[in-house]
C-alpha cells in the first residue's frame, strides 16, 4: 500500500489543495483548516452546506505564511497571519466554543461582498485549537476547524467500489480527505487501528460521519440532483442513522508525509 494523494483545505470548506508533500503534527497537516468563516454578528461557522459560494475561494500560503486568498474575478487578498491573542473573537463550531484571533477587517471585507453576508475570518493558533471529541484520543490531541478531527483517511479503492455502485465516478474531493491510500480492499480502512506511513505512526479514531455536502460538485458547487453518492452510500454505509466513509485520524510525534510513502497496518 502507499500514500497516493495529499490534500490540505487552508480555510475550512474552501478549495483543497493537493500536496506531493507535507509536514505532519499534532494539527494535521501543515495548514490545513487553520482558517474559518464565521457570521459576523454571532461568530458561528459557515460551510459549503450551507453556503456553497464558499467553494469558489482558494487559498494559499505566502513565502511569510500568510494567506492568499482568491475567487474567479476577484483580486487576491494577502490577509497577515495574526498574533496568538490578537482581537480574540468568540467562535462556535459544532458544540464547539473558543476564542480565536480575528483576521481584520480587510479579509472581513473581502469575503462578506463575495458572499453577500456580513462574515468575519478567524485563525486558529496552535495553544488555541481544540480538544477532540469526547471519547476520542489522547489528551494531547487537539485540532484546529476541521469537523472534529485532526486528519482523514480514505481508501482509493473504496471511492472506486462507491463509483461502481453508483454507476458513474465520483470524486475524491466530495469527500475531503487528508490522505489518500492506494492498494487497499474496499473499505479495508475499517478495521485499522494503527498505521504507519513513513517512519510516522497514526492512531484510526473513528469512521467520518458523511453528510449532504457529499452531493456537491467540488468543481462548480453545483449540488447532485440523484443526491448522490450520498443515497447510494445510505444503501449500504449506513450504522444507526449516520452514513459513514473514510476514517479519522491522530498522529503521534511530528515528520513529514510523501505521496508515494509506503502504507503499514500495524493494528
Known amino acids: 500500500m502507499i500514500l497516493s494523494a495529499l490534500y490540505r483545505y487552508p480555510v475550512k470548506s474552501a478549495q483543497a489543495q493537493s500536496l506531493l508533500a507535507s509536514p505532519v503534527g499534532n494539527l494535521g497537516l501543515q495548514g490545513d483548516r487553520r482558517w474559518l468563516v464565521v457570521e459576523a454578528e454571532n461568530g458561528r461557522f459557515l460551510t459549503q452546506r450551507a453556503w456553497p459560494q464558499l467553494g469558489q475561494i482558494s487559498a494559499d500560503y505566502a513565502a511569510q505564511g500568510q494567506l492568499l486568498l482568491a475567487a474567479p474575478g476577484w483580486p487576491v487578498l494577502e490577509v497577515p497571519v495574526p498574533g496568538a491573542d490578537d ?17 481584520g477587517d480587510a479579509a472581513a471585507a473581502w469575503l462578506s461582498e463575495l458572499l453577500g453576508k456580513s462574515v468575519r475570518l478567524v485563525y486558529c493558533p496552535e495553544q488555541r ?28 479503492a473504496s471511492l472506486d467500489e462507491l463509483s461502481r455502485r453508483v454507476g458513474r465516478s465520483m470524486e475524491m474531493l466530495r469527500f475531503r480527505p487528508n490522505l489518500v491510500v492506494e492498494g487497499a480492499e474496499p473499505f479495508a480502512e475499517d478495521g485499522w487501528k494503527r498505521i504507519r506511513i513513513g517512519a510516522m505512526t497514526f492512531r484510526v479514531l473513528k469512521p467520518s460521519v458523511r453528510c449532504i455536502l457529499t452531493t456537491l460538485d467540488p468543481a462548480t458547487g453545483e449540488r447532485s440532483p440523484d443526491r448522490e453518492p450520498l443515497t447510494t452510500l445510505k444503501t449500504f454505509r449506513e450504522r444507526e442513522g449516520d452514513v459513514l466513509f473514510g476514517q479519522n485520524l491522530a498522529v503521534d510525534g511530528e515528520g513529514e508525509l510523501k505521496v508515494g510513502m509506503a502504507v503499514e497496518v500495524l493494528e
Request: proline share 9%; glycine share 12%; no cysteine.
Open 87 to 103: 482581537e480574540l473573537r468568540g467562535v462556535t463550531i459544532w458544540r464547539d466554543t473558543l476564542r480565536v484571533p480575528d483576521a
Open 129 to 156: 485549537a481544540r480538544y477532540l471529541p469526547s471519547g476520542y484520543g489522547l489528551n494531547s490531541d487537539r485540532a484546529a476547524f476541521p469537523d472534529g478531527f485532526p486528519l482523514l483517511l480514505i481508501g482509493q
